[in-house]
């Protein structure tokens, strides 16, 4: 599985993003897709995740700003971001698992910043 993320950006305290992870094949087999990011000099945290049962899952401080969805007709999972603060400056991976084997797209930087 080959994930594209895409989105990130510059954006103004208090702004939005939405980010996107294109796969390669079809996210209805893939048992969970999600996002995780990466401060500098800070460990990679998991964001959020979705599972192709429908249910999801988030870091506990993002829940409210940050929603995660799915659109399996595009192969695309999505991360919308709002609110956005600078302590959510962190380059966003798209993850997903499936049947024991990770996948990691490459990083998009968000900076939130004025």
């Known amino acids: 599985v080959q994930l594209q993320a895409s989105g990130g950006g510059l954006v103004q305290p208090g702004g939005s993003l939405r980010l996107s992870c294109l796969a390669s094949t079809s996210i209805q087999s893939i048992s969970t897709m999600g996002w995780y990011r990466q401060a500098p000099e800070k460990q990679r945290e998991l964001v959020a995740y979705?599972?192709?049962?429908?249910?999801?899952n988030y870091k506990d401080s993002l829940k409210g700003r940050f929603t995660i969805s799915r659109d399996n007709s595009k192969n695309t999972v999505y991360l919308q971001m709002n609110n956005l603060q600078p302590e959510d400056t962190a380059v966003y991976y798209c993850?997903?698992?499936?049947?024991?084997?990770?996948?990691w797209g490459q990083g998009t930087q968000v900076t939130v910043s004025s």
């Open positions: 979705s599972t192709n049962g429908g249910s999801t």
């Open positions: 993850h997903a698992r499936n049947w024991g084997r990770e996948y």
